[in-house]
């Protein structure tokens, strides 16, 4: 038998593969623990995570249009532009309603996305860069180009500090809401029909599914978390920026294909993105503690992705077989149960 | 089966680890040998950027300094995105190092995060770019330089050539940025002080860069051309970006428009020197990044320092090119 083929066909390395977030992560969390003193301490854990919660709100939207099989660029954009609403309109209409206008200029942003995308049919990718520009140089205008502050910098310390010694709010409401979109994806109808628009939108059409109405609702819900991130962004900081999110989207991309969500669409997973998100946060604390130059943990992450992606690939042809960590550990325990079995059997002989 | 499963599982394991492991042991050794041995002082220098022609220097004199005074330096690099810097304040502050360097990139984002500072009773020295006056109270000290007053010093100086009349264009650094804002409101208020009759014909954001001031400039030229009476730059490394557009669109330049620009690089020495430029202000990233390091390991060690300590500006032209160093 050839060995070499024998490896990557063997339930194994599929395994690997397909669970190849969890392995990364727990290589990064180890050699982060050997290298880094106190790194696995609850404070460092707390702090890493709230690095990666204004990120993750992004890549909770990003993972719905990522199944839904589109690409929406406008993330970072519309981050900035809720985060001047925000805290712009403190003054004139007070804090917590301002923060309201925040998340509606979200949702309006994504509507508009949906409407470019789903009315006009323009390729999503175009679209969304296209408004991305346009909604970045509208928060150039309405600024004249320099950031807005806040009425008072105490009010926002909420989203950003540790809550009765835990994580910070922002943390809190990262973890819920992933928790909630993977409950959706997993386990609603709506969840598993936005899969087959994924796939294939025609044929999900033809069964019944009215495509357009999700890939509307993906975008909103895009626009949606988007804005969700620059209010809590906007209000940790006190300032809402023209330049704030400049990178962001870009790197919460790589987060959900990290995490196994395809970029063809109809695939991916909430907890995947989860995984993509923990693995770049613990990454980033490990190397930063290290004093790592930034470019340099471009290069891992970078790395990371291309490896991933290139590991897919080899088994994109079998993609049927249940490979997750469940399966494979009940495959496991039915093996050895059944050689102690065996063995048994030997005994009483 | 079960032996198969374990030696590619772990074949696997070794090759991610050993992917990671690259990354992080290299960074190991050049940590090692930027902190002195036995430093009991630990500083958290969040910094503008790690390949840059000011920020560059600056970072390696801080690091110069650190070492002779025997200090820690954990240094963490925003690539000049806010958002990314107040995240990193906040992964200093989780370090409980004795001190933070902070290189501030807008007037306001860091305050809630100098707030948790100070409440972690951890002073913070901020290096190089001003913040509001609000954010001041957090701080021990600001270092560096008066971007205000060199924004006031190049509206004098092109006053004075200028006979208080005629057209400039300012190529301002990046959006928002405090050391933009203060280059040119200074420059720009003190023209309004003087009651001058120079016009601002427009104001370009080119980020501190020198490819995007050439594409900014190229745009200036072809609008006005012949109407620019002068240019003032926010650094010298933009001015260079002009100059390379004006070159670029066939004009001789021996007619270029005289450029004012800051920093004080090499380069504009050059320039100045072949006639192609009038002015710089010399300010020594060097000494920004001595001055902030030698500040914070006072302020650690309990010893008393000044609110505001701004690093000497020298202006430069053709009469005095000869007798200043340049900065970089």
């Known amino acids: 038998m050839n060995a070499r083929r024998n490896i990557f066909t063997s339930d194994a390395f599929h395994g690997l593969v397909r669970n190849r977030v969890v392995i990364i992560l727990a290589a990064t969390l180890i050699i982060g623990a050997t290298f880094v003193p106190g790194f696995l301490e609850f404070r460092t854990a707390s702090l890493g995570l ?16 990522l199944i839904a099989g ?7 954009a519309i981050l900035a532009l809720s985060g001047i609403a925000t805290i712009g309109l403190q003054a004139e209409l007070g804090q917590i309603p301002a923060a309201f206008v925040g998340l509606g200029v979200g949702i309006a942003a994504g509507a508009i996305n949906g409407f470019l ?41 909420a989203v950003s500090r540790p809550i009765g010694g835990t994580f910070t709010g922002r943390t ?32 999900a059409e033809a069964s019944g599914i009215r495509s357009r109405a999700y890939l509307f609702g993906a975008f909103v819900f895009s626009g949606t978390m988007a804005g969700v991130a620059g209010v809590i962004q906007s209000l940790s900081v006190n300032t809402g920026s023209p330049v704030f999110g400049e990178n962001i989207v870009l790197i919460a991309i790589a987060a959900v294909v990290i995490g196994g969500t395809r970029l063809e669409g109809g695939r991916g997973s909430a907890l995947g993105t989860l995984g993509g ?46 490979v997750t960590l469940a399966a494979l550990w009940r495959r496991a325990r039915s093996s050895r149960s059944s050689r102690i079995t065996e063995r048994t059997l030997h005994h009483e002989k | 089966m079960r032996n198969r499963i374990s030696l590619v599982s772990s074949a696997a394991m070794v090759a991610a680890a050993g992917l990671v492991l690259s990354g992080c042991a290299s960074a190991a050794d050049d940590s090692n040998g930027d ?59 989780g370090q409980s190092p004795d001190g933070i360097v902070l290189w501030p990139l807008d007037p306001q984002a860091y305050i809630p995060g100098l707030i948790s500072a ?72 003190r023209l309004d002080e003087l009651g001058s009759s120079i016009e601002v014909l427009q104001i370009v954001n080119a980020d501190f860069d020198q490819q995007k001031a050439l594409e900014a400039s190229r ?96 202006t430069v032209t053709i009469d005095n090119v000869d007798d200043v160093e340049p900065a970089l």
């Not at chain 2, 690539?79 to 810097?85: A, R, S, W, Y």
């Not at chain 2, 951890?122 to 190089?128: D, R």
Request: charged content about 15%; some cysteine; proline content about 4%.
């Open chain 2, 35 to 93: 902190a002195a041995a036995d430093g009991d002082i630990s500083i958290c220098y969040v910094t503008a950027a790690e390949a840059h022609p000011y920020v560059t220097p600056a970072n390696e004199a801080f690091d110069e300094a650190a070492a002779e005074a025997g200090v820690t330096v954990t240094r963490l690099s925003q690539e000049f995105d806010v958002q990314t810097g107040t995240e990193q304040l906040n992964t200093c502050i």
């Open chain 1, 50 to 65: 709230d690095r990666m919660a204004t990120l993750g709100l992004v890549a909770i939207g990003l993972t719905v249009v």
């Open chain 1, 117 to 157: 995308v789903v009315v006009l049919r323009i390729n999503s990718l175009v679209a969304t860069l296209a408004s991305m520009l346009f909604f970045r140089a509208l928060a150039h205008l309405i600024t004249e180009s320099r950031p807005v502050s806040g009425i008072d910098p105490f009010f926002g310390l």
């Open chain 1, 172 to 203: 809190l409401i990262f973890f819920v809401l992933i928790i909630l979109l993977h409950l959706w994806l997993t386990r609603s109808v709506a969840g598993r029909q936005l899969f087959a628009v994924g796939s294939n939108p025609a044929s």
């Open chain 2, 118 to 189: 100070q409440d972690a009773g951890i002073p913070v020295v901020l290096i190089n770019s001003p913040m509001d006056d609000e954010a001041l109270e957090f701080v021990t000290s600001f270092t560096g330089p008066d971007t205000y007053n060199q924004g006031v010093i190049a509206a004098d100086l092109l006053n004075d050539l200028l006979g208080a009349e005629g057209n400039v264009v300012i190529i301002a650094g990046q959006a928002g940025n405090g050391t933009t804002i203060g280059r040119t409101d200074g420059f720009t208020e």
């Open chain 2, 219 to 314: 745009d200036l030229i072809t609008r006005f051309g012949d109407d620019l009476d002068a240019v003032y730059a926010n650094d010298d490394t933009m001015a260079r970006g002009f100059i390379d557009a004006w070159a670029e669109s066939g004009r001789s330049l021996d007619d270029i428009p005289p450029i004012m620009g800051i920093n004080g690089q090499q380069d504009a020495f050059e320039s100045i020197k072949a006639g192609q430029f009038f002015a710089t202000i010399v300010q020594s990233p060097r000494e920004d990044g001595k001055l902030a390091l030698n500040t914070i390991v006072s302020a650690a060690r309990g010893e008393a320092v000044e609110a505001r300590i701004p690093i000497p500006l020298t």
């Open chain 1, 70 to 76: 589109q690409l929406d660029l406008s993330g970072g």
């Open chain 1, 277 to 322: 998100l923990l693995t770049i946060a613990a990454l980033t604390t490990a190397m930063e503690y290290q004093s790592v130059p930034s470019y340099v943990q471009a290069i891992v992450t970078g790395v990371i992705l291309l490896l991933l992606i290139l590991l897919d690939r080899t088994v994109s042809g079998s993609q049927r077989r249940d």
